[in-house]
């Protein structure tokens, strides 16, 4: 009888073939990539008018706090920055970007020292980077490994955007060359910021300066505590170099550039008001 029932089954199997659950579903997420060398995750977007002939300028966005802020999110935050103006993103995981209980440790922006550098260098290997334009940028808890990697390589990054930043002077004196000083940096936060975050990015302002760094400033009139690329953007474009091994053409040759509205407009001190465009859509 057991004979019979295991014949049956296998005639069965015969007929109708043999069952083959369903594969797993596809949801890899097109721009997560892995970094060999450290086997950390980090976000990559590549516009689509890439030119491997023509070196792209790079931006390097830190996420804050997770859960509420991701490296996934910069992607979504940048990419249509990305495709407008030819730039490469990257939005490496990071540690230690605890900007509500945490003050950036150390050991966790050595890490994302680490990580960070070594993403660059695996890309440079794949795409024409621009190597004298690399902005590295963060917002909220992102302004630790912003300050900490941007101020200790200013022969990796040409500029420092501190977007709604936290800050912490304990971990930033003493940790950078004094070349570090001749690098662009800029910090901005929102008016209506949490009270921490304008506490903190005006003490960014004052350690810096009271070092010898040239720091531009604003405030977005209106603004909580929220992302402002376009901000950070209009910065970047504004120290823009010609790469590294071209020469700058002639002011007689060159081509002026369509002229771009401004973004934001200078007021008393460190005021500044925007105005212009709204910030292009992925």
């Known amino acids: ?13 015969f007929l109708g073939g043999c069952y083959v659950p369903p594969g797993p579903v596809e949801t890899e997420d097109p721009w997560l990539k892995v970094d060999p060398a450290t086997g950390r995750e980090y976000y990559l977007y590549v516009p689509q008018n890439y030119n491997h002939n023509k070196p792209a300028p790079v931006i390097v966005s830190c996420h804050g706090t997770p859960p509420y802020d991701v490296a996934r999110h910069h992607i979504d935050t940048w990419r249509g920055y990305g495709e ?4 490469i993103i990257i939005a490496p995981t990071l540690d230690g970007t605890d900007g509500i209980f945490g003050d950036g440790p150390v050991s966790g922006m050595m890490v994302n020292e680490r990580n960070i550098l070594s993403i660059l260098s695996g890309l440079s290997y794949q795409y024409n980077l621009d190597r004298s334009n690399v902005m590295i940028t963060g917002f909220s808890g992102g302004g630790f490994p912003a300050y900490w990697v941007g101020l200790r390589h200013p022969d990796v990054f040409s500029v420092i955007v501190a977007q709604n930043c936290n800050f912490n002077r304990s971990n930033t004196d003493g940790w950078y060359p004094r070349e570090a000083v001749k690098m662009p940096v800029m910090v901005f936060y929102g008016e209506l910021d949490p009270g921490t975050i304008v506490d903190q990015s005006q003490k960014a302002i004052q350690y810096l300066r009271s070092r010898g760094f040239k720091v531009d ?9 929220d992302r402002h690329p376009e901000v950070a953007m209009n910065y970047f474009q504004k120290h823009w170099k010609a790469a590294r091994g071209t020469l700058k053409p002639s002011s007689k040759s060159r081509r002026e550039p369509a002229p771009r509205p401004e973004i934001y407009r200078s007021r008393p001190e460190t005021q500044l008001e925007l105005r212009g465009p709204r910030p292009p859509r992925p």
């Not at 057991?2 to 199997?13: D, Q, T």
């Open 217 to 225: 400033t604003a405030i977005i009139p209106g603004a909580g505590h």
């Open 84 to 87: 407008k103006y030819g730039c």
């Open 1 to 13: 009888m057991r004979l019979l029932k295991i014949s049956f089954i296998l005639l069965l199997a």
